[in-house]
Every structure is written in C-alpha cells, then in structure tokens.
C-alpha cells in the first residue's frame, strides 16, 4: 500500500471540480509516478446547499476555512477559489503551518507573488501556479527550466480565453460583443467579475507573472499599459482583415537593453503571424530567445479541464518533491533588477481609425501633425461616411510611443479630425 498524501481543496468552482475529477479519473497513473495516493480530504465552499458538477464523495464539504488549513493530516492546499484579500490571508496561513501550496491565482500571484515566495522558503514549503498563466499550457514551467539556457528577448501573449473567445466570435460569427461574453460566461472561461477579462486586467496580471520568469523582473500591474476589448467595433474588425490583419487582444513583453517594457492591448496581428491562427478560448506564448529564435506554446487556456491539468501537475510536483526530501525549493531563482524602457525606446507600428471632415485640405493637416511628430504612413484608407465626414484608417510605419503619443495629441487638437481607435499592430 502507497502512503497517502492529503490535500485541502479551496473551491469546488470551475477548476475546483476538475480537480477533484482528474485526480479521481487518474489516480492510478499519479500513484505510480509520485509513489503516493493522492487524496483529497476537504474541500472549503460558501454555500453547502448548493448543487455541484460532481458528488461530494470521499471528501468533506466544509464552510469552515479553519478545518481544511488547520487539518495536520493535510499536507498540501489547493487554493481555486479566488480573490486577492482572502485566498492572501489563507494561503499565508497555510505556508506558516508547514503545508505546500498549489494555486491558479494570478490575481494574486501577480501582486503578491514575491511575498508568498519568501513565506515559503521560510517555511519551506512549495508553491507552485502554473494554472495561473494560459490555463492548460505549460508555460511557465518551460520558461523556468526548458529556457533556461536562452536570453529571451520577447514575450507575446494571448493569455486571456475570454476575450480571445469574443473576439474569435465577433470575428467569425458576427456574434455581437454581450452575445459572444455572455457565452464565455456560460462556458466557465471568465473571471466571477468579467470586467477583469474584457478590461485586459487578468492578461495584464498573467503579463506581469510571465515577466517575472522569463525577464527576472518585477513589474508593477500599474506600470503595464493596459486597454481592454471594450468599445471593439465590427468596423475595426472588418476593415482589419481587409488590411490583412486580425484584431487581438495580446500582452507584449519587451527586453530592451536590460530594460523591459510590458503592455497588453488590442493589437492588429499579420493573418500570416502564428498568433493569428489562435481561436476561441485557446491561449498561445509567443517567446523569442536569442539563442532558440520564435517558438510558440499554444493549447486551452480556460475551462474546467484544462486548468486543472496544471494545477494536479503542480499537485504531482508537490508529491515528487516531498518523496525526493526537495520541498522548499523556489520554483524560479532568476532575478534581474527591474528597469523600463522609456517611451522614446519603445516601437511599434500603430492603426489610428478617425472621423474627419470631408473638405480640401483636412488631410493635408494630418499629413503635417504626423510628419512633425516623425511617424510616416505605411497604408492609408478613406471611405466616406456621409456628404461631409469619411472614415480615414492608418497604419504608421514603426515610431517610438513619445512620437505616437504627439501625433495622438495633434489630431486631438483639431475639431475637424476625430480619433476614433489606435491600436498597436504587431509585425509579421
Ligand atoms: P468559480 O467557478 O467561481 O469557483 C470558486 C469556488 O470557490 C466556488 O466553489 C466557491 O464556493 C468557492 N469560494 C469562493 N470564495 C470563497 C470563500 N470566501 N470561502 C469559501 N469558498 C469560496 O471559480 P473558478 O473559475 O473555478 O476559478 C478559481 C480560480 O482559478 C480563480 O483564481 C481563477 O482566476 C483561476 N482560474 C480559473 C480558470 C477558469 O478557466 N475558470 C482558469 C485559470 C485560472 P461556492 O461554490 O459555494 O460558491
Ligand atoms: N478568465 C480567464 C480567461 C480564466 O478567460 O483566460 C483563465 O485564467
């Protein structure tokens, strides 16, 4: 008989449920490659009337936070049932009684992940949140040990699943944008407060953690530019792809000259660019390494299933460190001080959508408030609107955000011109 490892599960949501199945569903194969039978003891719920995906069987349903983290016979926490303040609070209190910790929390991985890191040296214990970042895809993992080796120069990511799902429907259905979220909803994919998916703040959050393991460094959340899909117009979207590019929502990564800039925004990809091709609630990491060039992880990055693939493959790294007598090791030991980029080193193509007066001369003035900003023009578009306004689209050649930023601030200044959309446009 194999001895048992217990585990205290902290959520029986989502990814809770999925949890709790696979590690019923596989049991046999986990026992054989940890050397343990991995059990689940408790689980901590609000509502114990509730009606779960699956039967409460050979656990504990309990509302009590205190019998699942004060258990001694619990070994191991699983926390999937979010919030920052709370799941901070217990998660802490778990390392200081000596119990490892598993979670899919990026919320608070990326605003707290440095000090649970250092409660769990001390106490030495794990902690492990590969379920944090791009759900199913195991990335950071890859990051920490299979590049290892390489300098990575760049990170982009489609990290959110239900934003991705939106725009993928949006794009390929024509679904409208409270049609194509209220079904990422219904699917399981979104945060329990949307706002944080289609406000780009949970890819913000996975941007920040990807930071910390491929660039060492720790950038605050606010310090990431962050747009959401909000306010995405079929307009944009048709006449990107007449342009040949789709509309993504992308978190960009950027070391340059051992500074980093990280921001996350709609983007417009080449339909020919890998990213492109990433649909629905599948997630996909676009790392460039100066030694290993573009390489790209892609897979399911939200759902029940998926998410709690990664967080039972943490599970299993628990199990194998405890056996190994090599719990406490910190899962990623690469640190670099943390410098940005300033806005005149970072560059990019842009697409500016804008409303403009149709009379002599108004283009004229836009040509002048780009030139004098230095962004020139890679491809223009008109269509008229009605007798007196057209619809003018700009994809600039490559300027630095300072330059951009005066160009924005130009057309602003003008009555007869309206920016309507800017958006980043990634090059192929
Ligand atoms: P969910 O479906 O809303 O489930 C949350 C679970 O936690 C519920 O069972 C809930 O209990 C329980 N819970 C919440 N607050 C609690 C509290 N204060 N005390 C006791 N129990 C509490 O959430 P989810 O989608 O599984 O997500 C869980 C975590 O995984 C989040 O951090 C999320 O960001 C992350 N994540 C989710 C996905 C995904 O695809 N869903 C993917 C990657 C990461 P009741 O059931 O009784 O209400
Ligand atoms: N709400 C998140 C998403 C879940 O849509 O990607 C996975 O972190």
């Known amino acids: 008989m194999k001895a048992k490892l217990q585990v205290g599960v902290l959520g029986f949501g989502t990814v809770g449920s999925g949890v709790i199945r696979i590690l019923k569903e596989h049991q046999e194969k986990i026992s054989q490659v940890t050397g343990y039978d991995i059990t689940v003891k408790k689980v901590l719920v609000r509502d114990l009337e509730k009606n779960r995906r699956y039967e409460a069987e050979g656990f504990t349903l309990t509302t009590e936070p205190k019998d699942v983290l004060d258990d001694p016979e619990i070994?191991?926490?699983?926390?999937?049932?979010?919030?920052?303040?709370t799941a901070h609070h217990y998660i802490l209190h778990a390392l200081k009684a000596g119990k490892s910790v598993v979670t899919a929390n990026k919320d608070l991985i990326a605003i707290h992940g440095d000090e649970l890191v250092a409660v769990a040296?001390?106490?030495?214990?794990?902690?492990?949140?590969?379920a944090s970042v791009a759900g199913g895809i195991p990335i950071l993992r890859t990051i920490v040990n299979s590049l290892a080796a390489d300098r990575i120069k760049k990170v982009l990511?489609?990290?959110?699943?239900?934003?991705?799902y939106m725009l993928t429907q949006m794009t390929a259905s024509n679904k409208s944008y409270e049609e194509a979220l209220q079904e990422a909803q219904d699917l399981g994919f979104a945060e329990a407060d949307p706002t944080s998916d289609v406000d780009g703040i949970d890819a913000a959050r996975k941007m920040v953690i990807l930071t910390r393991l491929a660039f060492g460094m720790n950038v605050n959340l606010d310090d990431v530019k962050t747009k959401g899909i909000r306010g995405i117009s079929q307009k944009d979207i048709a006449i990107a792809s007449q342009l040949g590019y789709r509309v993504k929502l992308v978190g960009q990564a950027e070391e340059i000259d051992n500074t980093v800039d990280v921001?996350?925004?709609?983007?417009?990809?080449?339909?020919?660019?890998?990213?492109?091709?990433?649909?629905d609630e599948n997630n996909a990491v676009f790392v460039t390494g100066a030694a290993v060039g573009e390489t790209m992880f892609y897979g399911p990055g939200a759902g029940e299933m998926p998410t709690a693939t990664s967080v039972v493959s943490d599970l299993i790294t628990v199990a194998k460190n405890t056996k190994l007598g090599t719990i406490g090791n910190v899962f990623n030991r690469f640190v670099h001080e943390t410098k940005y980029t300033p806005a005149e080193k970072v560059f990019s193509k842009y697409y500016f959508r804008m409303q403009m007066n149709d009379k002599t001369g108004t283009f004229l003035k836009l040509t002048k408030i780009f030139a004098d900003a230095g962004v020139s023009f890679d491809k223009i578009l008109q269509e008229p609107n009605d007798k007196h306004t057209a619809t003018v689209v700009i994809i600039s050649h490559a300027a630095s955000r300072n330059q951009i930023d005066e160009a924005v601030r130009g057309v602003n200044a003008e009555p007869e011109m309206r920016l309507i959309t800017q958006y980043a446009v990634v090059e192929g």
């Open 121 to 130: 040296q001390e106490n030495h214990c794990d902690l492990f949140y590969e």
């Open 157 to 164: 990511g489609i990290v959110n699943g239900t934003t991705n």
């Open 263 to 279: 921001a996350v925004g709609p983007v417009l990809l080449p339909k020919a660019h890998p990213l492109s091709g990433v649909s």
């Open 75 to 85: 070994a191991v926490i699983v926390e999937v049932m979010g919030s920052i303040t």
